[in-house]
């Protein structure tokens, strides 16, 4: 999916919605902050699956000793 990248998941937080945690670990990880929209549940983890378009805006590694570099994924066809 041409121009999408995969940030790193953190867990849902006591009280907080599965929509509340992808923005919160959103920030933590990329330091963007996003307005997803729903995808679809995975149900072999049980979580919610979010999108976003982030623009022309660049992410950042807020803790770059525990990350890689970034994954963007693109559609073949």
């Not at 549940?41 to 770059?64: E, V």
Request: net charge neutral; hydrophobic share 30%.
């Amino acid at each position: 999916m041409e121009g999408l990248i995969q940030v790193p998941c953190g867990k849902v937080d006591p009280g907080e919605t599965f929509y509340q945690a992808a923005c919160r670990e959103t920030r933590k990880e990329t330091g963007l902050h996003t307005a997803p929209v729903y995808l679809t549940t995975d149900k072999s983890f049980n979580c919610d699956l979010y999108i976003t378009d982030i623009g022309k805006r660049t992410p950042q590694w807020m803790k770059p000793s525990k990350n890689g570099p970034w994954t963007f994924y693109t559609w073949a066809e």
